[in-house]
Protein backbone atom coordinates (compact mmCIF):
# COMPACT_ATOMS: atom_id res chain seq x y z
CA UNK A 1 0.00 0.00 0.00
CA UNK A 2 2.26 2.59 0.74
CA UNK A 3 4.83 1.78 -2.12
CA UNK A 4 1.61 2.36 -4.10
CA UNK A 5 2.09 -0.75 -6.09
CA UNK A 6 -0.49 -2.78 -7.69
CA UNK A 7 -0.99 -5.90 -9.17
CA UNK A 8 2.87 -5.63 -10.40
CA UNK A 9 3.90 -9.21 -11.59
CA UNK A 10 7.49 -8.53 -9.51
CA UNK A 11 8.39 -12.54 -9.39
CA UNK A 12 7.55 -13.75 -13.23
CA UNK A 13 9.65 -9.69 -13.65
CA UNK A 14 12.58 -10.72 -11.52
CA UNK A 15 12.84 -14.55 -13.14
CA UNK A 16 12.72 -13.06 -16.52
CA UNK A 17 15.78 -10.45 -15.93
CA UNK A 18 17.92 -12.82 -13.54
CA UNK A 19 16.97 -16.07 -15.16
CA UNK A 20 16.66 -18.39 -11.73
CA UNK A 21 13.38 -19.10 -10.00
CA UNK A 22 12.00 -16.08 -7.89
CA UNK A 23 9.66 -16.27 -5.10
CA UNK A 24 8.37 -13.04 -3.73
CA UNK A 25 7.13 -12.64 -0.08
CA UNK A 26 6.10 -9.31 1.78
CA UNK A 27 9.23 -8.08 4.07
CA UNK A 28 7.20 -8.81 7.25
CA UNK A 29 5.37 -12.22 6.57
CA UNK A 30 9.05 -12.53 5.59
CA UNK A 31 10.56 -11.94 8.80
CA UNK A 32 7.90 -13.58 10.64
CA UNK A 33 9.00 -16.88 8.80
CA UNK A 34 12.47 -16.27 9.81
CA UNK A 35 11.60 -15.51 13.53
CA UNK A 36 9.91 -18.26 14.02
CA UNK A 37 12.20 -20.78 12.18
CA UNK A 38 15.62 -19.09 13.89
CA UNK A 39 14.94 -17.26 16.94
CA UNK A 40 12.44 -19.45 18.79
CA UNK A 41 13.37 -23.03 17.64
CA UNK A 42 10.08 -23.46 14.88
CA UNK A 43 7.34 -23.78 17.52
CA UNK A 44 5.14 -22.66 14.44
CA UNK A 45 3.05 -20.28 16.26
CA UNK A 46 3.77 -16.47 15.95
CA UNK A 47 2.59 -12.97 15.26
CA UNK A 48 5.42 -10.19 14.32
CA UNK A 49 3.58 -6.73 14.20
CA UNK A 50 6.17 -4.50 12.73
CA UNK A 51 5.75 -0.64 13.03
CA UNK A 52 7.61 1.66 11.33
CA UNK A 53 6.40 3.69 8.75
CA UNK A 54 3.72 1.72 8.00
CA UNK A 55 2.36 -1.26 10.32
CA UNK A 56 1.60 -4.63 9.27
CA UNK A 57 1.97 -8.19 10.87
CA UNK A 58 3.27 -11.55 9.81
CA UNK A 59 1.32 -14.67 10.96
CA UNK A 60 2.69 -18.06 11.52
CA UNK A 61 0.42 -21.03 12.03
CA UNK A 62 1.23 -24.37 12.64
CA UNK A 63 4.34 -23.82 10.92
CA UNK A 64 3.10 -22.41 7.95
CA UNK A 65 3.15 -18.65 6.93
CA UNK A 66 -0.34 -17.70 6.53
CA UNK A 67 -0.52 -15.48 3.63
CA UNK A 68 -4.99 -15.59 3.06
CA UNK A 69 -6.96 -15.69 0.01
CA UNK A 70 -5.29 -13.09 -1.35
CA UNK A 71 -2.00 -12.81 -0.25
CA UNK A 72 -3.14 -9.88 2.06
CA UNK A 73 -3.63 -11.73 5.51
CA UNK A 74 -2.07 -9.43 8.43
CA UNK A 75 -2.46 -5.85 6.89
CA UNK A 76 -4.01 -4.65 10.39
CA UNK A 77 -2.07 -1.71 9.99
CA UNK A 78 -5.49 -0.67 7.98
CA UNK A 79 -8.11 -1.60 10.74
CA UNK A 80 -9.71 1.49 11.94
CA UNK A 81 -9.53 2.75 15.24
CA UNK A 82 -10.49 6.25 15.06
CA UNK A 83 -13.52 6.40 12.90
CA UNK A 84 -13.21 9.50 10.97
CA UNK A 85 -10.13 10.03 11.85
CA UNK A 86 -6.53 11.46 9.36
CA UNK A 87 -6.86 9.97 5.50
CA UNK A 88 -4.97 7.22 4.95
CA UNK A 89 -2.85 5.83 2.42
CA UNK A 90 -5.09 3.00 1.79
CA UNK A 91 -8.28 5.27 0.99
CA UNK A 92 -9.74 5.00 4.23
CA UNK A 93 -9.82 7.09 7.13
CA UNK A 94 -8.60 6.43 10.94
CA UNK A 95 -6.64 3.18 10.10
CA UNK A 96 -4.21 2.16 13.13
CA UNK A 97 -1.34 3.35 10.90
CA UNK A 98 -2.85 6.79 11.22
CA UNK A 99 -2.77 6.74 14.81
CA UNK A 100 0.89 4.68 15.64
CA UNK A 101 2.72 4.28 12.50
CA UNK A 102 5.87 6.45 12.63
CA UNK A 103 4.65 9.46 10.32
CA UNK A 104 1.73 9.68 12.24
CA UNK A 105 3.60 10.13 15.75
CA UNK A 106 5.15 13.11 14.42
CA UNK A 107 2.57 14.40 12.27
CA UNK A 108 0.12 14.50 15.74
CA UNK A 109 2.42 15.89 17.49
CA UNK A 110 3.42 18.58 15.47
CA UNK A 111 -0.51 19.38 15.19
CA UNK A 112 -0.90 19.47 18.74
CA UNK A 113 2.13 21.96 19.06
CA UNK A 114 0.78 24.17 16.81
CA UNK A 115 -2.65 23.87 18.39
CA UNK A 116 -1.03 25.30 21.21
CA UNK A 117 1.03 28.02 19.44
CA UNK A 118 4.28 25.78 20.18
CA UNK A 119 6.90 25.80 18.01
CA UNK A 120 9.22 22.75 19.40
CA UNK A 121 11.17 21.47 16.76
CA UNK A 122 10.62 17.56 15.38
CA UNK A 123 12.76 17.54 12.56
CA UNK A 124 9.89 16.50 9.84
CA UNK A 125 12.30 16.34 7.17
CA UNK A 126 14.37 13.57 8.76
CA UNK A 127 13.66 9.70 8.30
CA UNK A 128 10.57 9.14 9.58
CA UNK A 129 11.89 6.40 12.51
CA UNK A 130 13.87 9.18 13.42
CA UNK A 131 10.82 11.43 13.97
CA UNK A 132 9.09 8.83 15.94
CA UNK A 133 12.59 8.80 18.30
CA UNK A 134 12.06 12.47 19.01
CA UNK A 135 8.62 12.18 20.20
CA UNK A 136 9.25 9.45 22.17
CA UNK A 137 12.09 11.52 23.74
CA UNK A 138 9.68 14.54 24.15
CA UNK A 139 7.11 12.20 26.12
CA UNK A 140 9.75 11.21 28.18
CA UNK A 141 10.87 14.63 29.15
CA UNK A 142 7.13 15.39 29.96
CA UNK A 143 5.90 17.62 27.00
CA UNK A 144 2.12 17.00 27.51
CA UNK A 145 1.57 16.90 23.51
CA UNK A 146 4.04 14.07 22.91
CA UNK A 147 3.03 12.17 25.91
CA UNK A 148 -0.92 12.36 24.99
CA UNK A 149 0.53 11.17 21.04
CA UNK A 150 2.36 8.24 22.38
CA UNK A 151 -0.12 7.25 24.89
CA UNK A 152 -2.75 6.96 22.27
CA UNK A 153 -0.34 4.90 19.68
CA UNK A 154 -0.20 2.64 22.66
CA UNK A 155 -3.42 2.04 23.44
CA UNK A 156 -3.93 1.80 19.42
CA UNK A 157 -1.09 -0.52 19.54
CA UNK A 158 -1.98 -2.82 22.35
CA UNK A 159 -5.67 -3.00 20.34
CA UNK A 160 -3.75 -4.36 17.57
CA UNK A 161 -2.23 -6.72 19.90
CA UNK A 162 -5.57 -7.75 20.99
CA UNK A 163 -7.19 -8.55 17.79
CA UNK A 164 -4.00 -10.83 16.72
CA UNK A 165 -4.38 -12.58 19.68
CA UNK A 166 -7.99 -13.02 19.51
CA UNK A 167 -7.76 -13.66 15.91
CA UNK A 168 -5.22 -16.23 15.92
CA UNK A 169 -4.34 -17.16 19.31
CA UNK A 170 -0.66 -17.63 18.68
CA UNK A 171 2.26 -18.74 21.64
CA UNK A 172 3.91 -15.03 20.89
CA UNK A 173 3.64 -11.25 19.59
CA UNK A 174 7.26 -9.93 18.94
CA UNK A 175 7.03 -6.57 18.02
CA UNK A 176 9.59 -4.81 15.64
CA UNK A 177 10.23 -1.96 13.09
CA UNK A 178 11.61 1.55 13.62
CA UNK A 179 9.03 2.80 15.86
CA UNK A 180 9.20 -0.20 18.15
CA UNK A 181 13.55 0.84 18.48
CA UNK A 182 11.96 3.05 21.26
CA UNK A 183 12.14 0.42 23.89
CA UNK A 184 10.74 1.09 27.18
CA UNK A 185 8.62 4.66 26.36
CA UNK A 186 7.29 3.01 23.37
CA UNK A 187 5.98 -0.21 25.33
CA UNK A 188 5.38 1.03 28.41
CA UNK A 189 1.64 2.57 27.39
CA UNK A 190 0.78 -0.77 25.25
CA UNK A 191 1.14 -2.76 28.17
CA UNK A 192 -0.61 -0.62 30.49
CA UNK A 193 -3.39 -0.91 27.79
CA UNK A 194 -3.03 -4.43 27.75
CA UNK A 195 -3.12 -4.76 31.67
CA UNK A 196 -6.80 -2.82 31.63
CA UNK A 197 -7.71 -5.46 29.00
CA UNK A 198 -6.62 -8.53 31.52
CA UNK A 199 -8.34 -6.58 34.65
CA UNK A 200 -11.12 -6.09 32.79
CA UNK A 201 -12.27 -9.52 31.32
CA UNK A 202 -11.47 -13.10 32.18
CA UNK A 203 -11.18 -14.19 28.64
CA UNK A 204 -8.56 -11.15 27.51
CA UNK A 205 -6.81 -12.52 30.75
CA UNK A 206 -6.24 -15.68 29.31
CA UNK A 207 -5.43 -14.92 25.33
CA UNK A 208 -3.11 -11.53 26.54
CA UNK A 209 -0.97 -14.79 28.58
CA UNK A 210 1.56 -12.17 30.25
CA UNK A 211 4.58 -13.40 28.32
CA UNK A 212 2.76 -13.17 25.17
CA UNK A 213 3.94 -10.12 23.92
CA UNK A 214 7.84 -9.35 23.39
CA UNK A 215 10.27 -6.63 21.51
CA UNK A 216 12.01 -8.22 18.86
CA UNK A 217 15.65 -9.21 20.07
CA UNK A 218 17.75 -6.49 19.14
CA UNK A 219 20.15 -7.53 16.34
CA UNK A 220 17.95 -10.03 15.02
CA UNK A 221 17.91 -10.02 11.41
CA UNK A 222 14.72 -11.96 10.94
CA UNK A 223 14.11 -9.97 7.66
CA UNK A 224 17.10 -11.98 6.08
CA UNK A 225 16.75 -15.07 7.83
CA UNK A 226 13.31 -15.14 6.30
CA UNK A 227 14.29 -14.59 2.60
CA UNK A 228 16.53 -17.60 3.23
CA UNK A 229 13.69 -20.00 4.60
CA UNK A 230 11.24 -18.89 2.18
CA UNK A 231 14.18 -19.45 -1.00
CA UNK A 232 15.28 -22.60 0.83
CA UNK A 233 11.98 -24.25 1.31
CA UNK A 234 10.21 -23.24 -2.32
CA UNK A 235 13.67 -25.00 -3.63
CA UNK A 236 12.63 -27.79 -1.48
CA UNK A 237 9.09 -27.79 -2.50
CA UNK A 238 9.76 -27.24 -6.97
CA UNK A 239 12.41 -30.24 -6.75
CA UNK A 240 9.94 -32.52 -4.74
CA UNK A 241 7.87 -31.46 -7.62
CA UNK A 242 10.25 -32.56 -9.70
CA UNK A 243 10.90 -35.71 -8.44
CA UNK A 244 7.40 -36.72 -8.53
CA UNK A 245 6.79 -35.70 -11.92
CA UNK A 246 9.61 -37.60 -12.90
CA UNK A 247 8.45 -40.93 -10.45
CA UNK A 248 5.35 -41.04 -12.56
ZN1 LIG B 1 -5.44 2.45 5.89
Known sequence: ???????????????AILGIPVVVENDVR?????LDRRQFGATGSLALLAIGTGIAAGVVLDGQLHRGAHGLAGEIGH??????????????????????AGPALVRRTLAG???RGNGHGV??????????EAVFAAATTGDPVARDVVEASGRAVAWGIHLLALAYDVDRIVIGGGVSHAGEPFIAPVRRELDRFRAASPLAAEILQP???????AGADAGAWGAVTIALESLEQTESTLIERRGT
Open 1 to 15: VNLDWHDLPLGPGLE
Open 30 to 34: AAALG
Open 79 to 100: VVVDPGGAPCACGNRGCLETVA
Open 113 to 115: WAA
Open 123 to 132: ATDAAPDAGA
Open 211 to 217: NLVQLLP
